[in-house]
């Protein structure tokens, strides 16, 4: 779903109206990231019931991915990017812990479960995606840095067209031919292109935006749902028969995800904050991309796109319970004078 602007990210007091309007937003996505677990569970399952209804759905899985990262880019602004420069160290290992900590976990996962060649390609998509970018409301509802967090989702973002189809190629060309080169056109079409034309949009008609970014968190949640819907309905019989298996892999890879991402931000002298968002950042994956991607590209093994499917589901639970846990835990005093400093 789309991700949060941060309130204030400059140490100048914001406008009256500004201040109105991230606050909507907020609020926006607070509810959107309560109610978005709920209803993709119920677009699973109805997927699942009807599938024959929902089938001709896979033919805007692109456009729809593309919505959403065009949401994505009108919630970002060009001070988020300033960040790489001012905090560039925990920028770098947050987005270098994404590209080498989850596609290394999907591999030794595919070796672990004994995973057949579709599902374990599957698998090792997702681990190749960037960040996803509910992983920014989340990390706001986690008491984490929402403005790194949006600053390594959106480089992570940029720079999937070169890493994802090179990680894909390298580590599931043994099960499968992959094209790196047809894969890296589509993430240029369906993600850099709407994520630099809404970053373009919010530069040049930002008042305008600013009244409809309360609406955007929305728009990405059934931009999601439909993805999955999509994706189950043609793949409901091989979710029937292998759904249990993926589903322990997806869980095993998203809780990893989370505990080595706060390790990774405990490098440098990473404090608690930085810690929390790097974790979450690294666990929680553009899943949905990635169902596309492997719906697009190897249409003849339609079980390539549940690992995606099942973690759009997943991430958006755990991360929710993540979230609750960090609050918390925050009660304690102690705990929460060592996130505040």
Same mark, same amino acid.
Request: hydrophobic share 50%; aromatic share 6%; with cysteine.
């Given at each position: 779903?789309?991700?949060?602007?941060?309130?204030?990210?400059?140490?100048?007091?914001?406008?009256?109206?500004?201040?109105?309007?991230?606050?909507?937003?907020?609020?926006?996505?607070?509810?959107?990231?309560?109610?978005?677990?709920?209803?993709?569970?119920?677009?699973?399952?109805?997927?699942?019931?009807?599938?024959?209804?929902?089938?001709?759905?896979?033919?805007?899985?692109?456009?729809?991915?593309?919505?959403?990262?065009?949401?994505?880019?009108?919630?970002?602004?060009?001070?988020?990017?300033?960040?790489?420069?001012?905090?560039?160290?925990?920028?770098?290992?947050?987005?270098?812990?994404?590209?080498?900590?989850?596609?290394?976990?999907?591999?030794?996962?595919?070796?672990?479960?004994?995973?057949?060649?579709?599902?374990?390609?599957?698998?090792?998509?997702?681990?190749?995606?960037?960040?996803?970018?509910?992983?920014?409301?989340?990390?706001?509802?986690?008491?984490?840095?929402?403005?790194?967090?949006?600053?390594?989702?959106?480089?992570?973002?940029? @720079?999937?067209? @070169?890493?994802?189809?090179?990680?894909?190629?390298?580590?599931?060309?043994?099960?499968?031919?992959?094209?790196?080169?047809?894969?890296?056109?589509?993430?240029?079409?369906?993600?850099?292109?709407?994520?630099?034309?809404?970053?373009?949009?919010?530069?040049?008609?930002?008042?305008?935006?600013?009244?409809?970014?309360?609406?955007?968190?929305?728009?990405?949640?059934?931009?999601?749902?439909?993805?999955?819907?999509?994706?189950?309905?043609?793949?409901?019989?091989?979710?029937?028969?292998?759904?249990?298996?993926?589903?322990?892999?997806?869980?095993?890879?998203?809780?990893?995800?989370?505990?080595?991402?706060?390790?990774?931000?405990?490098?440098?002298?990473?404090?608690?904050?930085?810690?929390?968002?790097?974790?979450?950042?690294?666990?929680?994956?553009?899943?949905?991309?990635?169902?596309?991607?492997?719906?697009?590209?190897?249409?003849?093994?339609?079980?390539?796109?549940?690992?995606?499917?099942?973690?759009?589901?997943?991430?958006?639970?755990?991360?929710?319970?993540?979230?609750?846990?960090?609050?918390?835990?925050?009660?304690?005093?102690?705990?929460?004078?060592?996130?505040?400093?």
């Amino acid at each position: 779903m789309t991700s949060p602007v941060e309130p204030v990210t400059s140490s100048q007091p914001a406008p009256a109206a500004a201040r109105s309007s991230a606050s909507n937003e907020d609020r926006s996505a607070r509810r959107a990231v309560t109610v978005f677990p709920l209803l993709v569970l119920a677009s699973f399952a109805v997927a699942m019931l009807a599938p024959d209804t929902f089938k001709p759905l896979a033919q805007g899985t692109n456009i729809a991915l593309g919505v959403i990262m065009f949401g994505m880019g009108l919630t970002l602004t060009l001070p988020d990017f300033a960040l790489v420069a001012k905090r560039s160290l925990p920028v770098l290992i947050g987005v270098v812990a994404q590209y080498v900590i989850m596609p290394g976990l999907a591999v030794a996962l595919t070796w672990a479960f004994q995973l057949p060649e579709a599902v374990a390609v599957g698998v090792i998509l997702v681990g190749c995606a960037p960040g996803g970018t509910s992983s920014n409301v989340i990390s706001y509802l986690s008491r984490a840095d929402v403005a790194l967090s949006v600053t390594m989702t959106s480089i992570s973002t940029l @720079i999937a067209p @070169i890493m994802t189809p090179i990680l894909t190629q390298w580590l599931a060309g043994e099960y499968m031919p992959v094209d790196a080169g047809a894969m890296a056109l589509s993430i240029v079409k369906m993600v850099l292109v709407p994520v630099i034309g809404g970053l373009v949009v919010r530069s040049l008609f930002g008042s305008l935006v600013a009244k409809i970014l309360p609406v955007l968190p929305w728009v990405s949640v059934l931009g999601i749902c439909y993805v999955v819907m999509a994706v189950v309905s043609n793949s409901a019989s091989k979710i029937a028969s292998a759904g249990l298996i993926v589903l322990g892999v997806v869980v095993c890879h998203n809780l990893l995800g989370y505990l080595l991402g706060y390790f990774a931000g405990r490098l440098g002298g990473g404090k608690e904050r930085t810690a929390r968002t790097t974790s979450i950042e690294v666990g929680m994956q553009n899943s949905g991309l990635a169902a596309t991607l492997a719906a697009a590209h190897f249409a003849s093994t339609p079980e390539t796109a549940l690992p995606g499917a099942v973690f759009s589901v997943w991430h958006n639970l755990s991360g929710a319970v993540l979230a609750l846990y960090y609050r918390h835990r925050d009660k304690n005093p102690a705990t929460r004078a060592v996130v505040e400093h």
